[in-house]
């Protein structure tokens, strides 16, 4: 049995809730060791992980991992929010009793780090001295010395975040398992990935990879935060968030938007900057995965960033598409690779869209771990890395990161836009200037599933604001929630949808996308400002084809580009139809919201 009581005192957690929080945990789960971390063991944690072989040397200050083969993405039907009240069942939520999973996870649980450290990391996911820093605190443990290295990187980690804050942190176990012997993807599948949003408790088993297992990110960070922002009048939601600042003007806007996992948040909030365009915009980055938005005292919307890193997709990030990311990633950043492929021999990463694919096979692996030399077959055309594989930096090392990026008072929001991957229908960009009409358009945000969640990839479906898979209660009561919280704001930030993934009858995308993807943005901007009009269609407004900044663009853009600023009314009137369907399962949906989609419907009656 693991002395808890020495561990805190030697790391100075002096709380006293968390101090009982930890014990209890070490008593169910068995473990044969404590051990307090903050940002600061980060170098011995590393060496140590590297002596024990789960992390390998990628060149300099970067290092690679691999997760086990079967434990590669989120779980989402193994995913469930619980609380005491049936009422917050929600379609997406998969809503249990809480006394039942509580139970459930204390089995699974109890003995299950015997003769493993577990390792506390006490965590804030808010700059120091958030309006919003109550609700941000938590305190992760976990058996899996990874997840504190990727923990260090994606939050703010010390028990200086906690010490002072008495009960008010959310308390988050984590719980490798024998990831062996856990039947995923089978009907006797063990995994559990439970939220008791209620008591503020997260109960992980069954998993050591990104959001099943950072803690602070996914569970805590959108599950529960959103749970405790309808609670305390705030949203939260699965966004990027970026500044443009126009030079010519000195004006800056920001805009924050959801698209679905692995569709496109990273690199929009990336790669922009600087100078995409010309050098009249310079593009900031805060986040790539996660905003909370409050209506400040002056009435004002704001948003922030929770995170303090980046755990973004791999697959194309290459110096054309996304050079910031690359510059994030570089030697010397301390950024870890997951499920990439690697050589040992020379410790260089790959995956797909990265650049060539390396001629000389000496020493190459795949993410598997198989020597890609020794493939037979059908094996010789298969992925190298995982495409979810991933790579973890720190906002630190994003060359664009802006200035105010840990200022405690965030951004005001200018702008909220949705997209996806969505093949045909959306348009390049619609503005949106009604409240109503665009939480309508977040709430049927329709888009093509990816590898980010097991087994769905390219399955079109409706994912509301992009926060399917992180919907904590019923979507009625969140819908109801958005237009209370935007009553409040006195400014309305505009709306619009976004689509850079529509293709042509060959299958090519017809928006050449990333750093391209900042022009919609800029009209969006002139719009909401009123120096340009655009064209007035029942779905939005859309832009005229010379109000977008047209120079610099290529041949083959420039002629698809009239598709891609049409709508095709029949496309979209068949599409109301499913809409009705959709938004039929949500109990408790506002009437504003039927309004709304009324609204729309009959303007494409008329068109
Ligand atoms: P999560 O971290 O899972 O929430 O995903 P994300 O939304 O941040 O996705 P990310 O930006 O990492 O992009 C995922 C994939 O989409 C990558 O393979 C990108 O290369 C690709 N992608 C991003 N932007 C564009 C774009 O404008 N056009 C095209 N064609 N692909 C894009
Ligand atoms: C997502 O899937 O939306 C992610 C990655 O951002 S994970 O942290 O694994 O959830
Ligand atoms: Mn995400």
């Given at each position: 049995?693991?002395?808890v009581?020495?561990a805190?005192?030697?790391?100075?957690?002096?709380?006293?809730?968390v101090?009982?929080?930890?014990e209890h945990?070490?008593?169910?789960?068995g473990?044969?060791?404590?051990?307090?971390?903050?940002?600061?063991?980060?170098a011995?944690?590393?060496?140590?992980?590297?002596?024990?072989?789960?992390?390998?040397?990628?060149?300099e200050?970067r290092y690679y991992s691999?997760?086990?083969?079967?434990d590669?993405a989120r779980a989402?039907?193994r995913t469930?929010?619980?609380?005491h009240?049936?009422a917050?069942?929600?379609?997406?939520?998969?809503w249990?009793?809480?006394?039942?999973?509580?139970?459930?996870?204390v089995?699974l649980?109890?003995g299950a780090?015997?003769?493993?450290?577990?390792?506390?990391?006490?965590?804030?996911?808010?700059?120091?001295?958030s309006?919003l820093?109550?609700?941000?605190a938590?305190?992760?443990?976990?058996?899996?010395?990874?997840?504190?290295?990727?923990m260090i990187?994606?939050?703010?980690?010390g028990?200086?975040y906690?010490?002072d804050l008495?009960?008010?942190?959310?308390?988050a176990?984590?719980?490798t398992?024998?990831?062996?012997?856990?039947?995923?993807?089978?009907?006797?599948?063990?995994?559990?990935?439970v939220?008791?949003a209620?008591?503020r408790t997260?109960?992980?088993?069954?998993?050591s990879?990104?959001g099943n297992a950072?803690?602070?990110k996914?569970a805590h960070?959108?599950?529960?935060?959103s749970y405790?922002?309808w609670k305390?009048?705030?949203?939260?939601?699965?966004?990027?968030l970026?500044?443009?600042?126009?030079?010519e003007?000195?004006k800056?806007?920001?805009?924050?938007?959801?698209?679905p996992?692995?569709?496109g948040?990273?690199?929009l909030?990336?790669?922009l900057?600087?100078?995409?365009?010309g050098?009249?915009?310079?593009?900031?980055?805060y986040?790539?995965?996660?905003?909370?938005l409050?209506?400040?005292?002056d009435g004002?919307l704001y948003?922030?960033?929770?995170?303090?890193?980046v755990f973004?997709?791999?697959?194309d990030?290459n110096?054309?598409t996304n050079p910031?990311?690359?510059?994030s990633?570089?030697?010397g950043?301390?950024a870890?690779?997951?499920?990439?492929?690697?050589?040992?021999k020379?410790?260089?990463?790959?995956?797909?869209?990265?650049?060539d694919?390396?001629?000389d096979l000496?020493?190459w692996?795949?993410?598997?771990g198989?020597?890609?030399a020794d493939?037979?077959?059908?094996?010789?055309?298969a992925p190298?890395a995982?495409?979810n594989?991933?790579?973890?930096?720190?906002l630190e090392?994003?060359p664009?990161v802006?200035?105010?990026?840990e200022?405690?008072?965030?951004v005001e929001?200018?702008?909220?836009?949705f997209?996806?991957?969505?093949?045909?229908?959306?348009?390049l960009?619609?503005?949106?200037?009604?409240?109503?009409?665009?939480?309508y358009?977040?709430?049927?945000?329709g888009?093509?599933a990816?590898?980010?969640a097991d087994?769905?990839?390219?399955?079109?479906?409706?994912?509301?604001?992009?926060m399917r898979?992180?919907?904590?209660?019923?979507?009625g009561?969140y819908?109801?929630?958005?237009?209370?919280?935007?009553s409040?704001?006195?400014?309305?930030p505009?709306?619009?949808?976004v689509?850079?993934?529509?293709?042509?009858?060959d299958?090519?995308?017809?928006?050449?996308?990333y750093?391209?993807?900042?022009?919609?943005?800029?009209?969006l901007?002139?719009?909401?400002?009123?120096?340009?009009?655009?064209?007035r269609t029942?779905v939005g407004?859309?832009?005229k084809?010379?109000?977008?900044?047209l120079e610099g663009?290529?041949?083959?853009?420039?002629a698809?580009?009239?598709?891609?600023?049409?709508?095709?009314?029949?496309?979209?009137r068949e599409e109301?139809?499913?809409?009705q369907?959709?938004?039929?399962?949500?109990?408790?949906l506002?009437e504003e919201i039927?309004?709304?989609?009324?609204?729309v419907a009959?303007?494409?009656d008329?068109?």
């Amino acid at each position: 049995m693991a002395d808890v009581a020495a561990a805190l005192d030697k790391a100075g957690l002096t709380n006293t809730h968390v101090r009982e929080y930890v014990e209890h945990w070490a008593g169910v789960t068995g473990a044969s060791q404590i051990e307090v971390v903050s940002a600061a063991d980060d170098a011995r944690l590393i060496q140590e992980a590297l002596d024990a072989g789960e992390l390998l040397p990628a060149g300099e200050g970067r290092y690679y991992s691999r997760s086990y083969f079967k434990d590669t993405a989120r779980a989402e039907e193994r995913t469930i929010v619980a609380t005491h009240d049936e009422a917050d069942k929600g379609v997406y939520n998969n809503w249990r009793p809480a006394t039942e999973m509580k139970e459930k996870l204390v089995g699974l649980m109890t003995g299950a780090s015997e003769g493993k450290t577990m390792y506390v990391i006490p965590y804030l996911m808010a700059p120091k001295g958030s309006p919003l820093e109550e609700y941000a605190a938590g305190v992760e443990l976990t058996d899996n010395r990874n997840v504190v290295l990727q923990m260090i990187r994606m939050a703010r980690v010390g028990a200086e975040y906690i010490n002072d804050l008495g009960d008010s942190f959310v308390r988050a176990v984590h719980v490798t398992g024998d990831l062996e012997n856990l039947g995923q993807g089978t009907p006797d599948d063990k995994r559990y990935f439970v939220t008791v949003a209620d008591e503020r408790t997260i109960l992980h088993f069954g998993s050591s990879y990104g959001g099943n297992a950072l803690l602070g990110k996914i569970a805590h960070g959108l599950r529960q935060g959103s749970y405790d922002g309808w609670k305390n009048g705030f949203l939260v939601e699965q966004f990027m968030l970026l500044g443009i600042v126009d030079k010519e003007t000195g004006k800056k806007y920001h805009i924050c938007g959801g698209f679905p996992s692995a569709s496109g948040k990273t690199n929009l909030a990336m790669t922009l900057a600087p100078d995409a365009l010309g050098d009249r915009y310079y593009v900031e980055f805060y986040g790539d995965d996660i905003a909370w938005l409050w209506v400040g005292d002056d009435g004002k919307l704001y948003g922030m960033n929770p995170e303090n890193g980046v755990f973004g997709v791999a697959k194309d990030t290459n110096e054309k598409t996304n050079p910031t990311a690359v510059d994030s990633i570089v030697e010397g950043t301390g950024a870890i690779f997951t499920n990439v492929a690697y050589n040992p021999k020379t410790q260089e990463v790959w995956w797909e869209g990265k650049g060539d694919k390396p001629t000389d096979l000496d020493g190459w692996e795949d993410w598997k771990g198989d020597l890609i030399a020794d493939r037979q077959g059908e094996e010789v055309d298969a992925p190298w890395a995982h495409p979810n594989s991933r790579f973890t930096t720190t906002l630190e090392n994003v060359p664009n990161v802006a200035k105010d990026f840990e200022e405690p008072q965030g951004v005001e929001i200018h702008g909220v836009i949705f997209g996806g991957r969505t093949r045909d229908r959306e348009p390049l960009i619609r503005a949106i200037d009604d409240v109503a009409e665009g939480v309508y358009d977040g709430l049927t945000l329709g888009a093509e599933a990816t590898a980010a969640a097991d087994g769905l990839e390219g399955v079109l479906r409706y994912d509301p604001m992009s926060m399917r898979p992180f919907m904590s209660y019923s979507e009625g009561a969140y819908a109801a929630h958005w237009l209370e919280v935007f009553s409040r704001a006195q400014k309305k930030p505009v709306f619009a949808h976004v689509n850079w993934f529509q293709r042509g009858d060959d299958g090519r995308f017809l928006w050449p996308g990333y750093r391209e993807n900042l022009r919609p943005l800029v009209w969006l901007m002139q719009y909401m400002n009123g120096e340009v009009e655009g064209e007035r269609t029942p779905v939005g407004v859309i832009p005229k084809r010379d109000e977008l900044l047209l120079e610099g663009l290529d041949e083959q853009a420039l002629a698809d580009l009239d598709t891609i600023l049409t709508i095709d009314v029949d496309r979209w009137r068949e599409e109301i139809g499913h809409r009705q369907v959709h938004l039929e399962q949500f109990h408790g949906l506002p009437e504003e919201i039927w309004e709304a989609h009324r609204r729309v419907a009959a303007a494409l009656d008329d068109a």
